[in-house]
C-alpha cells in the first residue's frame, strides 16, 4: 500500500478514527527528532572547535548554516506536496536528514560538518510545515486548535530536552554521538510514514523558482552573518556594510521575483488576507521573543548567576515541561474561543514572565528565575496553536499547503533574527552600562575606594607581597563592574522583549477585527 495514492479520507476509511492518533504519533515523531537534533548540537560547539581547530567564527557556521537552511527550505513544502506528494516528501525527507546526521558523525573536515548541518537544516524545515498541513487536515475543523496543540507540543518538548540529552551524551560518549541519537527515532518515523502518511499529489508537474530560492538563501545568509559579525568586526566595516547591502538588495529582489513568479516560493496574495497577515505578523514575533528567551535564560545563568551548563541547560526544562503538557489544553480553548483574545492572554502571561526576569540578578534563587520562564512559556502555550490555526482556516484549501510553508517560514525567520538581535543587544547595552559604570569609579566614589581597601586587607592577610595590592584591587574591582554591567545588559534584554510582546497585542487585536469582518 506503500506506493499507492491514499488520501486522508482513503486512510481514515481504512483505519477508522484510530487514524488521527496514528498519522499524528508520525508526525510528533519526526518532527521532535529533528528539532531535539537542532538543539543538541549547539551543546558540542567547544567540542566541535576542539576537534577540528576552527575558532567561535568557524565553529559558528554550523548553526549559521543549519539556521539558514532550515528557514529557507520552509518555502520548499508546497513544491515537494505538489511535486511527489506528502509520504514520498515526508520519507524521502527523513532520509535526506539521515544523511546528513551521518555526514556530520562521520566527517574528517569541518566544511564536511557545515555542508551535513545544511541537509539537517533543510530536511527539518520541510518537515515542520508538511507535518502541520497534515495535522490540519486528518482533524475536523471544530478541533484544528487541538491539533495545533498537539503539533506544538513535539517540538516544545524537544527545546526541553535537547540540551540536556545532548550534555549527557557528550559527557558519557562523544560530541560524536549526538548524531548517531536521532537515527533510531528517525528509523521509527520512516516506517510509521510509509504506512500512515497521506499519498495524493498533483497531477500536473510543478516549476521550482530556482531564483527565488537563491536569493533568499543568500539575503539570509548574509544577514544572519552580518547581526553575528557586526559587534566584533564594526557595524561601519566594509564586510557587515556589504553584508547589509546585499541583504537589502537581495530581499527586494526575492520580493520582487515571488510578484512575477508562476509557482512562487512565497505566495504574495496571501497577505492580502488580513488574518492571515496579522496571524503572520504574531507569528514573527513569538519566533522572536521565544528564541531569544530560550538562548538568554541559560546563557544568564551561566554568566550572571555562576551556573554550571548542565544546572544552566535544565534551567528551563520545567518551563519546557509546562508549555507541553499544556498545549494540546490550550489547542481545545482556541477551538472553543476566539482566536484573539487566546492570542492576547498568552502575549500577556509572556510579557509578564519576561519582565519577571528584567528584574532578575546574581542574587536571584534558582527556582525563582526556573518559574519566571515558566510564566512566559505558558503564554507560549496559548500563542502557538491559536496563531497556527487562524492562520491556516483564514485560506481556501488549495492555499492550505502555500500558507502552511509560509506562517512557518515568518515565525523561523523571526526565530533566527530574534536571537541575534538578542546577541547584539546584550552585547551593545552591556557595554553601555559597563562604560557608565566605569566613569563612576573616581576617588571621590566612597564605595568604590571601601571596597578598593577591602580587598587590599585580603590580600594583605593572604600574604600577597603589598606590592600587587592596589593592581590586585583595581582588577577586581574591573571584574565586579564587568559581572554588574553583563547584568544590567541582560535586563535590559529582557525588558525590551517584554516591551515587544506588549506591542504584539496590536496585531492581535486587528486579528480579531479582521475575522468579524469575515464573518
Not at 400 to 416: D, E, H
Request: proline share 4%; glycine share 10%.
Amino acid at each position: 500500500m506503500a506506493g499507492a495514492a491514499e488520501s486522508v479520507d482513503d486512510l481514515y476509511a481504512r483505519f477508522g478514527p484510530s487514524y488521527r492518533v496514528l498519522v499524528s504519533s508520525t508526525g510528533m515523531v519526526a518532527a521532535f527528532t529533528m528539532v531535539l537534533t537542532g538543539t543538541m548540537v549547539n551543546v558540542a560547539i567547544p567540542n566541535v572547535m576542539g576537534a577540528y581547530g576552527v575558532g567561535q567564527e568557524q565553529a559558528q557556521l554550523m548553526t549559521t548554516a543549519f539556521v539558514v537552511a532550515m528557514t529557507t527550505s520552509q518555502l520548499l513544502n508546497a513544491f515537494v506536496i505538489a511535486l511527489v506528494g506528502q509520504r514520498i516528501g515526508f520519507c524521502a525527507t527523513l532520509i535526506l536528514f539521515a544523511t546528513g546526521s551521518l555526514i556530520c558523525a562521520w566527517s574528517q573536515d569541518f566544511p564536511l560538518i557545515v555542508f551535513g548541518r545544511v541537509l539537517q537544516g533543510m530536511s527539518s524545515g520541510i518537515i515542520q510545515p508538511l507535518v502541520m498541513v497534515t495535522f490540519f487536515q486528518v482533524f475536523p475543523a471544530d478541533r484544528r486548535g487541538f491539533a495545533m496543540g498537539i503539533y506544538g507540543m513535539s517540538m516544545t518538548m524537544a527545546l526541553a530536552f535537547g540540551p540536556v540529552v545532548g550534555g549527557i551524551t557528550i559527557d558519557a560518549l562523544s560530541w560524536r554521538y549526538i548524531f548517531f541519537v536521532p537515527l533510531p527515532l528517525i528509523t521509527i518515523a520512516l516506517v510509521l510514514g510509509l504506512v500512515f502518511m497521506p499519498s495524493v499529489r498533483r497531477k500536473e508537474r510543478p516549476k521550482f523558482d530556482w531564483a527565488g530560492y537563491l536569493l533568499i538563501c543568500i539575503t539570509l545568509f548574509c544577514l544572519v552573518s552580518a547581526l553575528s559579525n557586526g559587534q566584533k568586526l564594526g557595524w561601519l566595516s566594509d564586510q557587515i556594510s556589504g553584508l547589509l547591502a546585499i541583504t537589502v538588495v537581495g530581499a527586494v529582489a526575492f520580493l520582487w521575483s515571488q510578484s512575477k513568479a508562476q509557482d512562487p516560493l512565497l505566495d504574495l496574495s496571501l497577505f492580502r488576507n488580513s488574518a492571515f497577515a496579522s496571524a503572520c505578523m504574531i507569528a514573527f514575533i513569538f519566533g522572536m521573543g521565544n528564541f531569544a528567551t530560550t538562548y538568554a535564560v541559560p546563557v544568564f545563568g551561566q554568566l550572571v548567576q555562576g551556573m554550571s551548563a548542565t544546572d544552566a541547560g535544565m534551567l528551563m526544562m520545567p518551563a519546557g515541561l509546562i508549555v507541553a503538557f499544556a498545549l494540546p489544553f490550550t489547542g481545545r480553548l482556541a477551538d472553543r474561543s476566539k482566536p484573539h483574545y487566546i492570542i492576547i492572554c498568552g502575549l500577556f502571561f509572556f510579557f509578564l514572565g519576561t519582565a519577571l526576569l528584567g528584574g532578575a540578578d546574581a542574587n536571584t534563587p534558582y527556582w525563582h528565575v526556573a518559574f519566571f520562564g515558566m510564566v512566559s512559556r505558558f503564554g507560549m502555550s496559548f500563542i502557538m496553536p491559536s496563531v497556527m490555526s487562524t492562520a491556516l482556516k483564514s485560506v481556501s484549501s488549495e492555499q492550505l499547503n502555500r500558507a502552511g510553508g509560509a506562517v512557518n517560514f515568518i515565525r523561523q525567520l523571526g526565530g533566527s533574527l530574534g536571537t541575534n538581535f538578542y546577541v547584539v543587544l546584550l552585547s551593545l547595552r552591556t557595554q553601555f552600562h559597563s562604560d557608565a559604570l566605569a566613569s563612576t569609579q573616581i576617588s571621590g566614589n566612597a564605595a568604590s575606594q571601601e571596597l578598593l581597601v577591602g580587598v587590599g586587607s585580603i590580600l594583605n592577610a593572604a600574604g600577597v607581597p603589598e606590592a600587587v595590592h592596589q593592581s590586585g584591587a583595581l582588577h577586581y574591582l574591573g571584574q565586579v563592574v564587568h559581572a554588574q554591567a553583563s547584568t544590567m545588559g541582560f535586563q535590559d534584554g529582557f525588558l525590551i522583549i517584554a516591551a515587544v510582546f506588549l506591542a504584539a497585542m496590536v496585531p492581535a487585536w486587528i486579528l480579531g477585527r479582521a475575522q468579524a469582518v469575515r464573518r
